[in-house]
C-alpha cells in the first residue's frame, strides 16, 4: 500500500502541533493517602510536523498511550513524549490529561466523611527542553465582603472555581494546591454536611468575606511562599448569586530565582 | 437519479421521529414591551414515517424553516407544522426551538437599567390533535431557611434556575412566567446593581429564605391560580453554594377542569 | 436546633421530586469481560415529597450512596432505593447514574488492540413496583446510501451516536446492547486502526450504506427479536458531514408480552 | 455607605486581569452583503488592578456595555477599551466577544439558498499599544487521502472545524476567512441540499482528498499571501467518522513585515 502520510509535501509549511484530541482513557494516578486512584481521563498527544512531510502517522499516538497499561502517575509523562519524538520522528511532544480526582474529606464539626471531587491536568511538553504544568481547579464558597459591610443581615455568596497552574522544580502533591485554594476560599466545599456542620460553614463563611480579587490574592501569596513553585497562574470565577453572569480574576507570575 | 428514500422498506418498522436537530438560526419573536425581538435559535424538526418509506426527505425540512423569513412568532409554529405534515406526507409533526430572550429591568432602588437573559423554548406537535408547550427558564436566587435559622449570622444563597413548562388553554407571555419564578425566589438576579441595590438585594434575600421545596411550591401555587394554564411542570435547580452537586425539586400537574 | 425541614407544609402541594443533581462519584460496575471496571459515575437521587412536609433531608442521599462503598453494580440499585424509600420516609425513590464504559476491541484486520468508550445508563425508580432501565450511547460510522448511489465516486459518511434504551426480564449486559448497535452500523469505530484496518472499515462503510432511520430500524428489529427485551427506545443522531446540523431518529415500543 | 472595593490593599499583589464573564448581550454587527445583522453574544470585560487596590467596580463594566446601545461593530471596541481605562483607572484594559454570525450561500447545482452559522470572535486590548484579533470557526468536510488511495470504494469523511485567528493592519471582512476555509476544505458546508447537489458535493470531496494537516496549510497559504493579515494562527479538528477522538492540527506564524 502506498504510505500517503510520507509523502513529500512541497508547501514548505511545518506544522506546529498535530495529533490526537477528546480521546478518554481510563487511568490510575498517585494518591497521597492511598498510593493510587482510578480514574478516566481526556487525552490530547501531539508533535510537530517538519515541512517536507505530508502527514503524522495518527495510529502510533494510540500504540504509544497503550503501551502504558493505562498508568499515567506524573513521571510517566516524560517516558510518553521521549516514545512520541522518537516513533514520530518529531522535534517537540506534547501531552495533555484532564481527570477528575477525588478526595476524603470530613465535615467540620460532625467529621462525617464524604468524597470531592477536583478537576485536574497534567500537561507536559519535551522539546531541546522539558516542561511540565500541574493544576487542579478547586471549587469552594466565596462571600462578597461589600454585600456583607453594606447589609443589615446576611451577604451573598456563591459557587466559585479557583483554576490553579504551576510548574515546579521539586514535586508537589494535587492535595498541597487543593489546601491553598480551600485555606484561602471563604469555606470550602463538602459532598456532606450535617446540620451542625452547616451552621459552622455558613458561619466561617460569613466571617471571612472574600472578593475574587482578595481571592486569586490569597492564593498568589501562598504559590509566592512555596519555594518548590517557580510559576504560577491562579484564577478565580465565581457564579454570583446575585448576577446571571460571573465575575473573575486572574494573576501570572513567574518568580524570580 | 433513483430516490433511494421512496424505496418501499420491508421491515415493517414504522418511525415514531425521523428529521434535523440543532439547527442554528437566527429568528424573530414576539416582544411584550418593544413588539419583537432579533435572537438566535436552535431548532429541531420531525416527523413520523410510516413503515413502509425506507428515508424521509430531510432537504424539507429546511424549506420548510426558510419559508418563514426567520419570524417564529408562536402562532407561526401551527403553520409550519401543517406543511411538514403536508409535504412530508405524515401523520404527525413535531418542532422545537430553543432561544435566549431578553428582558430590560430596572435595579430595584437606582432603577439602572440592564438587560435580563432568560432560555425559552417553543414545543409544538400536530397530529390529530394539536400540543403547544411554552417554556422559561429563570435564573433566581435562593437562600437557605435551615441555614439562616441556625447561624449566628449570615445563610448559605445561590444562583437556582427554576424551569416552567406550561400548556395554555389562552395566550400567556413568557414574561408573566417569568414574573411568577422571580416573584418566588428569594431574589431576582439583575445584569446591574449599584451599591444601594445590592445592599437591597442581600438584604431581601436573607427576608426571604426559600428551600428548593419551596422555590417549586411558590411557582406551582401561581400556576394553579391562573387559568390559562391547563398543564405544567416546574423545576428548580440550585447551584449550592455549599457542597460542589446541585440541589433540585420538581412538580408537574395536569390541573382538572 | 430547630428542624426547618420538619416544619409542617400548609400549601397543600405535593412533590414529585426532591433530591441531589450532578453529583460525582467514583464506582466500580460489572464488566463482562474483566468481573468489573473503575469508573466515574455522575449520580443524581430524588424522592417524593408528601405534601405536608416543608423539606427533604438531602445529606441523607450522601449517606446512602456513601454506605455503596462506591460499588453500583445494577443489583445495588435497589438496595439503594429501598433505604432510600425507608430513611427518607418516601413513596417513591428514583435513582440515576451515568457513566463512562469501556470495552477492549480489536481491530478488524491487524486484531490490533484499544479501548472504546460508551456512555451508560442505569435509571432505577422505586414506588408500589419497581422499574429499570438499562442505557447505552453507541459512536459508529453511517454511510448515506442515496449519496452513495447517486456519486460516481465516494458517499458522504460521519460519526452517529446510537442511542439505546431497555427494560428487561432477565439480565442483559451493557456489551450486548452495544453489538446490536454496532452490527447494525456501516461500520463500529475503534480508538487503534492500523492501514490495513482503516481500509477495511472504509470498504465495509461503502458496502454497507445506512440512512438515520435504517440504524434505528436495524437496532429495533434487534431488540424485537429478544426476548427479554420487554422495552425499547432506541435513536441516532448523526452529526452529517455535509451539514452543520445533526439527522435524527426514533422508535420506541412496548412489546406486547 | 463604606466602599469596600476602593479599600487600601498591603498585599502588595497586583492582578492581571479583573472583570466580568459569560454576560450574554443581544447585539448587531457588520455584515458584508445586509450592512449590519442582529445576534447574541457571549461578552468578557476585564482590566488590570493596581496592587494598592482591593477591588474593581464590576458595575461599571455593564455601564459601558449599556452605552453601547447594543451595536458592537469591531471599530466600537476601541472606544469601549478607552472607557474602561479611563473609568476603571486600569492601566490595561481588554474585551471579547463571541457570536453566531450567519451568511446566506447558494447551493452548488440548485442554487437553493439557505443559512450556514460560523462562531466568530473579536479581542480586543487597549494597554500603552492597542492589539486586536479576528476570529472565525468554519465547519467543513475533509476526507481523508490516506483512506481514498487505499480503498476500492468510498473513503471515510467528517465533519471538522477549523479556527481562524488573525491581526490585521488592514480591515479584513470575516466573509473573507470563511472563504479561506471553505476553498481549503473537500467541500464547504450547506444547510439546504438538494439532491443534484448532493451528488456534487459528495463528488468534489471525494476529489479534493484532504488530511488535517492538509487542511491547516492551505489555510495558512491564504493567510500568507494576504498581506493585511500580520499574524496567524490556524487549527482544524476532525470529528474523526472512524475513530470516537478528533485528529488536530495547528500552525501558528507572526509573518515578517
Given at each position: 500500500?502506498?504510505?500517503?502520510?510520507?509523502?513529500?509535501?512541497?508547501?514548505?509549511?511545518?506544522?506546529?502541533?498535530?495529533?490526537?484530541?477528546?480521546?478518554?482513557?481510563?487511568?490510575?494516578?498517585?494518591?497521597?493517602?492511598?498510593?493510587?486512584?482510578?480514574?478516566?481521563?481526556?487525552?490530547?498527544?501531539?508533535?510537530?510536523?517538519?515541512?517536507?512531510?505530508?502527514?503524522?502517522?495518527?495510529?502510533?499516538?494510540?500504540?504509544?498511550?497503550?503501551?502504558?497499561?493505562?498508568?499515567?502517575?506524573?513521571?510517566?509523562?516524560?517516558?510518553?513524549?521521549?516514545?512520541?519524538?522518537?516513533?514520530?520522528?518529531?522535534?517537540?511532544?506534547?501531552?495533555?490529561?484532564?481527570?477528575?480526582?477525588?478526595?476524603?474529606?470530613?465535615?467540620?464539626?460532625?467529621?462525617?466523611?464524604?468524597?470531592?471531587?477536583y478537576?485536574c491536568?497534567?500537561?507536559?511538553?519535551?522539546?531541546?527542553?522539558?516542561?511540565?504544568?500541574?493544576g487542579v481547579d478547586?471549587?469552594?464558597?466565596?462571600?462578597?465582603?461589600?454585600?456583607?459591610?453594606?447589609?443589615?443581615?446576611?451577604?451573598?455568596?456563591?459557587?466559585?472555581?479557583?483554576?490553579i497552574?504551576?510548574?515546579?522544580?521539586?514535586?508537589?502533591?494535587i492535595?498541597?494546591l487543593i489546601?491553598?485554594?480551600?485555606?484561602?476560599?471563604?469555606?470550602?466545599?463538602?459532598?456532606?454536611?450535617?446540620?451542625?456542620?452547616?451552621?459552622?460553614?455558613?458561619?466561617?463563611?460569613?466571617?471571612?468575606?472574600?472578593?475574587?480579587?482578595?481571592?486569586?490574592?490569597?492564593?498568589?501569596?501562598?504559590?509566592?511562599?512555596?519555594?518548590?513553585?517557580?510559576?504560577?497562574?491562579?484564577?478565580?470565577?465565581?457564579?454570583?448569586?446575585?448576577?446571571?453572569?460571573?465575575?473573575?480574576?486572574?494573576?501570572?507570575?513567574?518568580?524570580?530565582?
Open positions: 500500500m502506498i504510505d500517503v502520510q510520507n509523502q513529500k509535501d512541497i508547501r514548505n509549511m511545518p506544522i506546529d502541533r498535530v495529533g490526537v484530541k477528546n480521546l478518554r482513557y481510563p487511568v490510575t494516578v498517585l494518591d497521597r493517602s492511598n498510593r493510587e486512584q482510578h480514574t478516566v481521563a481526556s487525552v490530547s498527544m501531539d508533535v510537530n510536523l517538519p515541512h517536507h512531510f505530508r502527514g503524522t502517522h495518527m495510529s502510533r499516538f494510540i500504540e504509544i498511550l497503550n503501551e502504558t497499561h493505562r498508568e499515567l502517575h506524573i513521571d510517566k509523562i516524560t517516558k510518553i513524549l521521549q516514545r512520541m519524538k522518537k516513533r514520530l520522528e518529531a522535534e517537540q511532544a506534547s501531552m495533555e490529561i484532564r481527570f477528575p480526582y477525588f478526595i476524603e474529606k470530613k465535615a467540620p464539626v460532625s467529621g462525617a466523611e464524604s468524597l470531592m471531587e478537576q491536568l497534567y500537561q507536559g511538553t519535551l522539546a531541546d527542553r522539558s516542561d511540565f504544568i500541574l478547586v471549587p469552594v464558597t466565596t462571600l462578597c465582603p461589600c454585600s456583607r459591610e453594606m447589609s443589615e443581615h446576611g451577604a451573598h455568596n456563591q459557587r466559585s472555581v479557583v483554576r497552574r504551576v510548574r515546579t522544580c521539586k514535586f508537589v502533591w492535595e498541597e489546601e491553598y485554594a480551600e485555606q484561602s476560599a471563604s469555606s470550602p466545599l463538602y459532598a456532606l454536611l450535617k446540620r451542625e456542620d452547616e451552621k459552622a460553614v455558613t458561619e466561617q463563611a460569613y466571617d471571612k468575606p472574600m472578593f475574587v480579587e482578595d481571592m486569586v490574592r490569597e492564593v498568589a501569596l501562598h504559590l509566592e511562599k512555596d519555594n518548590r513553585i517557580t510559576w504560577y497562574a491562579v484564577e478565580s470565577e465565581n457564579m454570583e448569586s446575585i448576577h446571571n453572569h460571573d465575575a473573575y480574576a486572574r494573576i501570572e507570575n513567574l518568580k524570580s530565582q
